[in-house]
């Protein structure tokens, strides 16, 4: 468990960065007049909440269980994860779209455009480096996997929250230097505004993409597909277990809820019986520290 990601450490990277971004941003899009450079500042802006919010998350999560929740709170940092995506959605992403066409309908010259390609190369070293912070909690957990397959099985919504943000930010600030340079060139400010709209196209992608995910896990996602059959296979080598019939799991956040239905190996007594099943238990504990709720059910047909 010493190699799990932490959630939090790449959070903190993106706060750090999209708060300096942001202000930088702002400073130079009413500086240079920069539609394109607007939008990426609203955008920074909405990270910067964003990290907020998924700290907020993570932090209500390791409320305990209660009566009222017995199940605990695990689901929080999904609900604010969903959050983070909506406000991705539309104020990074509607906004930056809003911007643009605005520009297109009423364009205005772009003053001092080295001052905001020297912001956005600012802006994608600082970006560069939270990915990178980043993509170093995320090959903790990735193991052998892509990065596209990761997205679509990791649990750890946080995670794939920032990952998102990160690269969504990285291709818009390319975007945007893209619209500054073709409007210094042609001295045609449509560039910049078509920069903004695309960058807003961009970020609603992504929003999406990051939505649909985090979406499965407030529904109720068991976890990873290996992780279960590796649960399946630690209990199929307990001598006290002839077969496991069905392993289900419930992913709440950090913690996981198991419930098991095996046929067990004779015993001479019940006090044997259920302490076959109690050691069980405790190996598979032992093995996966994030299972916090686990019901074993015996049974002698599936």
Same mark, same amino acid.
């Given at each position: 468990?010493?190699?799990?990601?932490?959630?939090?450490?790449?959070?903190?990277?993106?706060?750090?960065?999209?708060?300096?971004?942001?202000?930088?941003?702002?400073?130079?899009?009413?500086?240079?007049?920069?539609?394109?450079?607007?939008?990426?500042?609203?955008?920074?802006?909405?990270?910067?909440?964003?990290?907020?919010?998924?700290?907020?998350?993570?932090?209500?999560?390791?409320?305990?269980?209660?009566?009222?929740?017995?199940?605990?709170?695990?689901?929080?940092?999904?609900?604010?994860?969903?959050?983070?995506?909506?406000?991705?959605?539309?104020?990074?992403?509607?906004?930056?779209?809003?911007?643009?066409?605005? #520009?297109?309908?009423?364009?205005?010259?772009?003053?001092?455009?080295?001052? *905001? %390609?020297?912001? +956005?190369? /600012?802006?994608? &070293? $600082?970006?560069?480096?939270?990915?990178?912070?980043?993509?170093?909690?995320?090959?903790?957990?990735?193991?052998?996997?892509?990065?596209?397959?990761?997205?679509?099985?990791?649990? #750890?919504?946080?995670?794939?929250?920032?990952?998102?943000?990160?690269?969504? *930010? %990285?291709?818009? +600030?390319? /975007?945007?230097? &893209? $619209?500054?340079?073709?409007?210094?060139?042609?001295?045609?400010?449509?560039?910049?505004?078509?920069?903004?709209?695309?960058?807003?196209?961009?970020?609603?992608?992504?929003?999406?993409?990051?939505?649909?995910?985090?979406?499965?896990?407030?529904?109720?996602?068991?976890?990873?597909?290996?992780?279960?059959?590796?649960?399946?296979?630690?209990?199929?080598?307990?001598?006290?277990?002839?077969?496991?019939?069905?392993?289900?799991?419930?992913?709440?956040?950090?913690?996981?809820?198991?419930?098991?239905?095996?046929?067990?190996?004779?015993?001479?007594?019940?006090?044997?019986?259920?302490?076959?099943?109690?050691?069980?238990?405790?190996?598979?504990?032992?093995?996966?520290?994030?299972?916090?709720?686990?019901?074993?059910?015996?049974?002698?047909?599936?």
């Amino acid at each position: 468990m010493s190699h799990e990601p932490d959630s939090l450490k790449s959070i903190f990277f993106a706060l750090g960065a999209n708060a300096a971004i942001a202000l930088a941003k702002i400073l130079a899009a009413l500086f240079t007049g920069s539609g394109a450079m607007m939008a990426e500042a609203i955008h920074s802006l909405a990270d910067t909440g964003n990290q907020l919010l998924l700290i907020l998350g993570i932090r209500m999560a390791k409320k305990p269980p209660s009566p009222d929740f017995p199940l605990g709170h695990g689901k929080e940092v999904y609900f604010w994860s969903f959050i983070v995506a909506l406000m991705l959605f539309s104020m990074g992403g509607l906004f930056s779209i809003y911007e643009g066409i605005h #520009k297109l309908h009423d364009p205005e010259p772009l003053n001092a455009p080295f001052v *905001a %390609l020297a912001v +956005l190369l /600012f802006s994608m &070293i $600082a970006e560069g480096v939270s990915l990178w912070g980043c993509l170093r909690e995320v090959n903790k957990e990735r193991r052998d996997m892509g990065l596209l397959t990761w997205f679509r099985e990791t649990r #750890k919504s946080e995670l794939l929250v920032v990952f998102g943000e990160d690269s969504a *930010a %990285l291709l818009g +600030l390319s /975007f945007a230097g &893209i $619209a500054v340079v073709a409007t210094m060139v042609t001295g045609n400010p449509i560039y910049d505004a078509i920069g903004s709209i695309g960058i807003g196209v961009l970020l609603v992608v992504i929003a999406g993409f990051v939505g649909v995910e985090v979406k499965s896990l407030l529904v109720g996602q068991g976890v990873e597909e290996a992780v279960r059959r590796e649960m399946i296979d630690c209990l199929n080598q307990r001598p006290e277990i002839n077969e496991v019939f069905n392993l289900l799991t419930l992913q709440l956040g950090r913690d996981v809820m198991v419930a098991v239905k095996a046929r067990m190996q004779p015993a001479p007594s019940c006090d044997e019986f259920v302490d076959n099943i109690n050691r069980c238990e405790k190996a598979l504990r032992k093995q996966f520290p994030q299972i916090l709720w686990l019901f074993f059910e015996p049974d002698n047909k599936k």
